[in-house]
């Protein structure tokens, strides 16, 4: 189990401070009047123990897999054969975080509701789960188009909580819809609880999230707005910038197509893609990695791999599962 510790200064700084701390205050005279320099003692806290994630309680870190990838969960899938070609604890059921927001987004786009029309974010989109922050503060007025992009994109909460809130007939009916397209989708492994993944009991498993990434790759404004490197938005009289958690976008080498980035600390940090690697649309799932970048890390070794194949040869599977079936 990792260990957070935080200090008041660096370690150099620190120094200086413990071996000034065993000398007297400095005395100066400056025009007969004596200043008295005093100097602060470094603060350390105590050690915060990380929380561990629903994977690393349940022992999934400890699998051990042919790309030694650092999630606990992974699935590749070739979205045009729906060949499985890698997999590690596929079936696990986790909580996904704002890996949600895809599924927000695709109600909303397929509810063909305007999409210039302004919502307000109000005091029932704050975050009472997590305590997270946001720039769009209560009382901000933006498009639903504007809403839906920051979600995507920037995975804003405060966005995707309005998107569901204003929904007609309300957050409920909205939660309800979301579980509805799952269960449309085959995804039975799948649970919706609220739209911005900011709860643990959103849950779902790898393969149920390749039926979502499949589905939702399909939408236009899903990929654009998923996809799209950074964005603006007017709130009164600021402009905000937002940019895209997933530094893929930006990356020329990467062909993506689709893309949702999510962490709390029971779900881990997670990454699902659609992707064009090496001539083949790939779909890439990986839930519960330990850092930031190791579920980047993963997805480069994941497209390394598949650029290693000779072209027009079939994959090695590294699943003992054929296909997925998507609905």
């Given at each position: 189990m990792s260990v957070l510790t935080v200090f008041a200064a660096t370690d150099a700084q620190a120094a200086k401070v413990r071996a000034s701390d065993n000398k007297p205050s400095i005395k100066r005279k400056v025009s007969k009047t004596i200043y008295v320099v005093k100097r602060k003692s470094a603060v350390r806290t105590a050690a915060v123990p990380a929380k561990p994630s629903y994977g690393q309680l349940a022992g999934l870190h400890q699998a051990q897999d042919a790309l030694d990838l650092k999630s606990s969960v992974a699935l590749v899938v070739d979205q045009e054969t729906h060949e499985v070609l890698f997999s590690k604890n596929e079936q696990a059921v986790l909580p996904i975080a704002s890996l949600t927001k895809l599924m927000t987004g695709l109600i909303i786009s397929e509810?063909?509701?305007p999409m210039d029309e302004m919502l307000t974010i109000t005091q029932d989109d704050v975050d009472t789960e997590k305590g997270s922050t946001s720039r769009l503060r209560v009382g901000a007025t933006l498009s639903r188009a504007e809403l839906m992009h920051l979600a995507l994109m920037s995975s804003e909460n405060r966005a995707a909580s309005a998107l569901g809130r204003t929904y007609p007939g309300g957050l409920s009916t909205f939660v309800g819809l979301m579980n509805a397209k799952a269960r449309m989708l085959g995804m039975h492994d799948t649970r919706y609880v609220e739209p911005t993944g900011l709860s643990s009991k959103?849950?779902?498993?790898?393969?149920?999230?390749?039926?979502?990434?499949?589905?939702?790759?399909?939408?236009?404004?899903?990929?654009?707005?998923?996809?799209?490197?950074?964005?603006?938005?007017?709130?009164?009289?600021?402009?905000?910038?937002?940019?895209n958690t997933n530094r893929l976008v930006k990356n020329p080498t990467w062909d993506i197509g689709l893309q949702k980035t999510g962490y709390i600390s029971e779900a881990g940090q997670c990454l699902v893609m659609q992707a064009q690697v090496a001539g083949r649309k790939l779909i890439m799932v990986f839930l519960d990695s330990a850092g930031k970048l190791?579920?980047?890390?993963?997805?480069?070794?994941?497209?390394?791999?598949?650029?290693?194949?000779?072209?027009?040869?079939?994959?090695?599977?590294?699943?003992?599962?054929e296909t997925l079936a998507f609905n």
């Amino acid at each position: 189990m990792s260990v957070l510790t935080v200090f008041a200064a660096t370690d150099a700084q620190a120094a200086k401070v413990r071996a000034s701390d065993n000398k007297p205050s400095i005395k100066r005279k400056v025009s007969k009047t004596i200043y008295v320099v005093k100097r602060k003692s470094a603060v350390r806290t105590a050690a915060v123990p990380a929380k561990p994630s629903y994977g690393q309680l349940a022992g999934l870190h400890q699998a051990q897999d042919a790309l030694d990838l650092k999630s606990s969960v992974a699935l590749v899938v070739d979205q045009e054969t729906h060949e499985v070609l890698f997999s590690k604890n596929e079936q696990a059921v986790l909580p996904i975080a704002s890996l949600t927001k895809l599924m927000t987004g695709l109600i909303i786009s397929e509810a063909k509701l305007p999409m210039d029309e302004m919502l307000t974010i109000t005091q029932d989109d704050v975050d009472t789960e997590k305590g997270s922050t946001s720039r769009l503060r209560v009382g901000a007025t933006l498009s639903r188009a504007e809403l839906m992009h920051l979600a995507l994109m920037s995975s804003e909460n405060r966005a995707a909580s309005a998107l569901g809130r204003t929904y007609p007939g309300g957050l409920s009916t909205f939660v309800g819809l979301m579980n509805a397209k799952a269960r449309m989708l085959g995804m039975h492994d799948t649970r919706y609880v609220e739209p911005t993944g900011l709860s643990s009991k959103n849950q779902s498993s790898a393969k149920d999230l390749a039926m979502l990434v499949n589905v939702a790759s399909a939408d236009p404004l899903l990929r654009e707005y998923s996809t799209s490197p950074g964005y603006q938005v007017a709130v009164g009289r600021q402009v905000l910038q937002y940019n895209n958690t997933n530094r893929l976008v930006k990356n020329p080498t990467w062909d993506i197509g689709l893309q949702k980035t999510g962490y709390i600390s029971e779900a881990g940090q997670c990454l699902v893609m659609q992707a064009q690697v090496a001539g083949r649309k790939l779909i890439m799932v990986f839930l519960d990695s330990a850092g930031k970048l190791t579920r980047i890390a993963d997805a480069e070794r994941v497209r390394r791999w598949v650029e290693s194949i000779p072209a027009r040869s079939p994959v090695t599977r590294l699943s003992a599962n054929e296909t997925l079936a998507f609905n």
